[in-house]
């Protein structure tokens, strides 16, 4: 059997002894899979870990499996309470990274084996000799795991390219044959493709040409840099950002988890800088790290600038604070199994005692009255008594037979905290939210802070709001950490008083929507106040916390490690330390709006326009949804900002212009597919469905890189082994080529940015992801990033004499053109990343240089009469359709 048990027992023995090291290392169910006892016990400690439980022992394992009568007959078939006493008692903390390797190097062979692949050359099950077989481990032990994919490389390149090359349809012919009628077509016919969003781009490009492919490259991870050592919200906890790898899951903006597509660490040492909001919460970032946020005079439309940016343009303007970012919603953290519920540690931490001693051991509980008590008697099953000697003091009994533990009925501390040992004996001002409760549901969550808010929280009468009170730092800490995570803004106070034990009180507010204030608690009295100034403040405007301001930037002399991610959601936000959103840029699908819709609303003019295309066309989406995929066309088509299309907040006439766009969204051939796993047949089969059944001529592929079945697909077909990232993803472009060449089709994709870009001052294929060979199929090429100070402060000395033209906040480097004659240059753009749409500003070569441009005007409007639907069919002016051409050809918006 393909299996190293020894390996096995030890990486099972180690996790069960540190269940941690599930965070800190990758490992699945297909590592175990061999046996099924193997594949069983993993996932049970897996399952454990991931709710919570904190000791992971035989008798926890037993317990959990017990529940399932298939996998706990298998687990007592193999003897599995002696197994694992046996793992735990053998396991080697300080070796479990070799034993991880040897596991992963047979999980590895397996699969191989599965394949079909020969994998004698590395691994024979048939040697007998013992002399072999120890040779044989020694080699295998000094094989890495990337040696041995990468073995036999060329052979499966030629495998490959023989299973994906596509059918070059060779013929040979004289090189004159053809060529006169070939030259008077062109003077009738020129080489021009259906525009594209961009006049200038269209001019650049001579438009979305049949067979040709456009790639077009983004910056994948810079920008968003962080220091590795911060902590940040992910679903199993908190987690260091030097410890985030690829597949892994952070939050969103809304609190949904969010699977991290790119982890780009840092070349260098950058410094850092300290971010602080008006609740107090401190971001650390570097400079070019990328913000969104609200502008205090607009509140809808969501900005993006990189924190120099921010300092250059000062954080204030008089008295008021002008960068605001959005407030996280509820963390979705997946539901715990407690021993205590939520509501009722709240209420235990906040008035609870955990003091004891040798001759009274029970739990005691302090209350005005009985109403708290009778609580935690109800949910707990408990009998709730009075202390005789003191009004406001409480203990339990148990009221069940099977509850009475030891010969005594009194509740015990220790027997009610037993999985929270480190609370035992702590007075209030050293209590503290344990871990495992600022990671439960939005419910149970919900339940601990109104706990905690029923014990030591008040309602101020007169302005209806809800403060929290304690002594403890730990406690203040964790409560903050608990409200962040609901996406409650607070703000702390220190009250220094020598009354009290420490010295010092903490006074936290809560600010939150006021139709939130009722669900934070459960007690009468504190629920009459809030009602009782609801009732007060009727009709008047009441303000809602969505966003918190940038306060304060500090520049420190601290350099360290950072690292960059891509994350996977339509916002490409996540959340950082103590929760607060951060920002990835996409590229947008506005030009598969303007092949296929022939209407958008013009907001300069407050009109809709008529465009002409109405060509089939096809958006392929590896990363977003499809209700993802469809707010951004609304939002470019209706030019109303997708934020307020995705909150439901529209002002004046916008719903109706939404209205409006989803009709002309469904009247007009745009068709959406979604695959989020898919490998080079996948794609090739979509669009030749898609060219066959609904006469799509236009593709969006968004976007190239590597998947995992990709990769399971060149190397189920290639005897196992593993091609590089560069020659795989460059037998994907080859692929795409050949197919706009052989269905004459166009085909735009998109690909990420390796690291190298930041230190280049000329952008070109060298900065591609994965293979610059990318480029080598490809018809027009171009990287699109937002301006660096250096390339702002060389434009802006063009710009002296550009009256009323905005300062561009996107660069698109032209490094490739195939038959056109405007290449190695740039086009400047201003760029509305809530609605998607950009506005031309003007050309430049690659040393600031103006590019005078001439759209093709007679081409263009021939293009619109041959892509458009009958005039005479709309009903559509003469003047209409002049005034369309015009605004779709719009060379330079601005005079210079």
């Given amino acids: 059997m393909l299996i190293d048990k020894h390996a096995t027992l030890q990486c099972l023995g180690c996790i069960m002894k540190k269940p941690s090291l599930l965070e800190e290392y990758t490992l699945t169910q297909y590592d175990f899979e061999e046996e099924q006892f193997y594949a069983i016990l993993f996932s049970c400690v897996y399952n454990l870990y991931n709710q919570g439980v904190e000791i992971i022992d035989t008798f ?463 007690l009468p009295k504190h629920i009459n106040k809030i009602k009782d100034y609801f009732e007060k403040t009727k009709g008047k405007a009441i303000h809602k916390n969505k966003f918190i301001s940038i306060v304060d930037i500090r520049e420190t002399d601290e350099y360290v490690d950072m690292t960059c991610f891509t994350v996977d959601n339509d916002e490409h936000l996540f959340l950082m330390n103590d929760f607060i959103v951060t920002h990835n840029t996409r590229t947008s699908i506005a030009d598969i709006c303007n092949f296929s819709i022939p209407y958008f609303y013009d907001t300069d003019k407050k009109e809709w326009i008529y465009t002409g295309c109405e060509e089939p066309s096809l958006f392929i989406s590896t990363e977003l949804e499809e209700d993802e995929v469809q707010t951004i066309i609304m939002a470019y088509v209706s030019g109303v900002p997708e934020n307020k299309i995705l909150d439901g907040d529209y002002e004046g006439d916008e719903e109706e212009r939404v209205d409006k766009a989803i009709e002309y969204i469904a009247t007009y051939p745009l068709y959406i597919e979604i695959i989020n796993d898919f490998g080079i047949e996948d794609i090739s089969n979509i669009i030749k469905t898609y060219k066959r059944e609904k006469g799509c001529h236009y593709f969006v592929f968004d976007y190239i890189h590597m998947s995992a079945k990709l990769i399971a697909e060149v190397a189920s077909m290639s005897k196992g082994m593993k091609l590089r990232e560069d020659q795989t993803l460059f037998l994907f472009m080859d692929t795409l080529k050949n197919l706009a060449m052989k269905l004459d089709i166009f085909i735009l994709t998109m690909t990420q940015l390796n690291g190298t870009y930041k230190d280049s001052q000329i952008k070109d294929e060298t900065m591609l992801r994965g293979a610059k060979s990318l480029a080598d199929r490809i018809d027009l090429g171009e990287i699109s990033l937002r301006p660096t100070s250096a390339e702002l402060e060389c434009v802006k000395k063009l710009m002296h004499n550009m009256y009323g033209v905005p300062i561009p906040n996107l660069v698109r480097h032209i490094y490739k053109v195939r038959r056109g004659k405007l290449t190695k240059i740039r086009l400047w753009q201003y760029a509305d990343l809530s609605t998607g749409r950009t506005k031309d500003l003007f050309i430049t070569d690659n040393y600031y240089n103006l590019i005078e441009t001439e759209v093709a005007v007679a081409q263009i409007e021939k293009v619109i009469e041959e892509h458009s639907e009958s005039l005479d069919d709309i009903q559509i002016t003469d003047d209409e359709q002049q005034e369309a051409t015009s605004t779709l050809l719009g060379s330079m918006p601005f005079d210079f």
């Fill in 60 to 522: 926890a394992i037993d317990s959990f499996l017990s529940r399932y009568e298939k996998q706990y007959k298998i687990f007592n078939d193999n003897q599995g309470i002696d197994y694992c006493d046996d793992a735990i008692r053998l396991a080697e903390l300080e070796n479990f990274s070799y034993y991880l390797e040897r596991l992963k190097k047979f999980s590895l062979l397996r699969y191989w084996d599965s394949c079909g692949v020969d994998i004698r050359n590395i691994y024979d099950q048939t040697i007998i000799d013992p002399s072999r077989q120890e040779q044989q481990a020694a080699k295998l032990d000094a094989t890495s795991i990337n040696d041995m994919i990468l073995e036999e490389e060329d052979l499966l390149i030629t495998k490959a390219k023989m299973l994906y090359g596509m059918d070059s349809s060779r013929r040979g012919q004289l090189a004159g044959k053809g060529m006169k009628e070939l030259k008077e077509r062109l003077k009738e016919e020129p080489e021009f493709g259906i525009p594209l969003q961009s006049p200038m781009m269209t001019t650049i490009a001579r438009g979305a040409r049949h067979k040709k492919v456009y790639l077009r490259s983004a910056d994948s991870g810079g920008g968003k840099a962080i220091p590795n050592d911060t902590l940040i919200p992910t679903p199993f906890g908190k987690r260091r950002v030097g410890d985030i790898k690829i597949g892994d899951y952070l939050f969103d903006r809304k609190g949904e988890p969010t699977k991290v597509i790119g982890v780009y660490p840092q070349p260098k040492k950058k410094k850092i800088f300290e971010v602080t909001f008006s609740d107090g919460r401190i971001a650390r970032c570097c400079d070019e790290h990328l913000w969104s946020y609200y502008n205090r005079w607009d509140s809808h439309t969501l900005h993006t600038s990189s924190l120099r940016e921010i300092i250059n343009k000062g954080i204030k303007r008089g008295k008021a604070y002008d960068f605001r970012v959005p407030v996280n919603e509820a963390v979705d953290y997946p539901e715990k199994q407690f021993s205590i519920p939520p509501y009722i540690m709240g209420l235990l931490l906040g008035d609870g005692s955990f003091r004891y001693n040798k001759t009274n051991k029970a739990l005691s509980y302090s209350s005005e009255d009985n109403y708290l008590p009778k609580k935690i008697g109800e949910i707990m099953n408990w009998k709730v008594k009075k202390n005789p000697s003191n009004n406001y003091s409480y203990y339990f009994e148990y009221s069940l037979d099977e509850q009475i533990k030891q010969g005594h009925e009194n509740v015990w501390v220790e027997e009610v905290l037993k999985d929270f040992s480190g609370l035992w004996q702590k007075k209030s001002h050293e209590k503290y939210i344990p871990d495992i409760y600022l990671v439960g549901s939005i419910e149970q969550r919900r339940e601990l802070l109104c706990g905690l808010l029923d014990t030591d929280g008040n309602v101020e009468k007169e302005k209806g709001r809800v403060t929290f009170s304690t002594t403890s730092p730990a406690m203040v800490e964790g409560f903050e950490e608990l409200c962040h995570s609901l996406g409650i803004v607070v703000g702390i106070v220190k009250d220094k008083r020598t009354k009290y034990t420490t010295d010092v009180a903490y006074k936290v507010t809560i600010q939150t929507d006021p139709e939130n204030k009722l669900t934070l608690f459960k």
